[in-house]
């Protein structure tokens, strides 16, 4: 389980306008394992300079990174 106290602490730094400090928060995410931090590891996947240091984290997720990922709002748009 997360420590939860880690979490709004690594939360803010997760939207830091300094790409270094957004890496060093992704990657404490993925240590944490924390559901609320994952929408925002997710997002940095769409981010060039992140996208790495985003896989490496979500690989810390392991399985419990797949209910978000398999949501349909998360699943690439058909046209019908």
Do not use: W
């Amino acid at each position: 389980h997360p420590l939860p106290d880690f979490i709004p602490l690594v939360a803010p730094f997760l939207k830091h306008p300094q790409r270094a400090v957004v890496r060093q928060a992704l990657l404490a995410a993925g240590k944490l394992r924390a559901a609320q931090l994952l929408p925002s590891v997710l997002r940095a996947l769409d981010d060039t300079d992140l996208q790495e240091t985003a896989l490496y984290a979500l690989q810390s997720y392991e399985k419990s990174a797949l209910p978000p990922i398999e949501k349909p709002s998360c699943a690439p748009q058909h046209p019908p």
